[in-house]
């Protein structure tokens, strides 16, 4: 085993407890912060950080001729507010860009660790921080149905297909109010983590299949882990762009299911 530097590093080559959320920071072991405080626990805090810390830079001074930053800084909630927000949910739409330009740059940064050199994982390849955020983006959802229709009037609108045969409806009912009121959070979830999850596990077969490949012996095989860590390369500069649209595809969602709550028909 080699031990990587730096106070994000693990053991290499990783293994399969490197998706484990209790795995410890090296120099937190042994500490009472140690098991509060893991590894991918300080990944989401760095995101958090950096995502605020950008807004406050950017928008400390505010120009009408926009510096770099700034610029920056307005085109990615620009994008958001006018791409997503209103493209989607209509005029109500800006009301909600804030927090859906929010989930969008947490999104992104917490996908981008996964190459990042020493982090190399993304918080959100384990499930539990998708389905926080998830949980998060349905109870927005909830909440906006019953405030636009009430409670009895937000199920009937979830649930009840209009202009179908009253025949049907008892079919229909059920499929409706496990598709719209249970399944959304979960799909919202497994979607982003699957895809997080499989863009590391693809990261990692060609970088240690390199590794493997190199310290097997025999001359002939040298190339073969060169055309690994080739790949290797490539498939990070893929990586990218997936996580950019899984943070992209996670916001579209998150306006889709508002839109859906505040529409007048279903």
């Not at 989930?103 to 050199?117: A, E, G, K, R, Y």
């Not at 969602?253 to 839109?259: D, G, I, M, N, R």
Request: aromatic content about 14%; overall charge positive; hydrophobic content about 55%.
């Amino acid at each position: 085993m080699i031990t990587q530097p730096g106070f994000l590093a693990s053991e290499f080559p990783p293994g399969p407890e490197v998706f484990d959320y209790k795995t410890l920071i090296p120099s937190l072991e042994g500490s009472p912060w140690g098991h509060a405080f893991t590894k991918l626990t300080l990944l989401v805090w760095i995101a958090v950080a950096i995502v605020i810390v950008f807004f406050l830079v950017t928008y400390r001074n505010p120009t009408l001729v926009p510096s770099k930053k700034q610029w920056l800084a307005e085109s990615v909630y620009g994008v958001v507010r006018n791409n997503i927000a209103t493209d989607i949910i209509g005029p109500q739409g800006v009301r909600f860009a804030p927090y859906l330009a929010t989930i969008f740059c947490f999104v992104f940064v917490t996908n981008l660790w996964s190459i990042v050199p020493l982090a190399q994982i993304s918080p959100n390849s384990h499930l539990a921080f998708p389905a926080v955020l998830a949980v998060l983006t349905w109870f927005i959802y909830i909440g906006l149905g019953i405030k636009k229709h009430g409670f009895f009037g937000y199920l009937k609108h979830a649930c009840v297909q209009p202009g179908v045969p009253w025949l049907v409806q008892p079919i229909l009912i059920p499929i409706e109010f496990i598709s719209n009121l249970v399944l959304r959070p979960i799909t919202l979830a497994v979607r982003l983590f699957a895809n997080m999850f499989a863009g590391h596990m693809i990261l990692l077969v060609f970088t240690l299949g390199g590794v493997a490949l190199w310290n097997a012996g025999p001359l002939l095989l040298k190339p073969a882990a060169l055309g690994s860590w080739a790949f290797a390369i490539i498939m990070t500069l893929f990586e990218l762009f997936i996580l950019s649209l899984q943070a992209y595809v996670f916001t579209l969602l998150s306006a889709t299911y508002f839109q859906s709550s505040i529409s007048e028909e279903h």
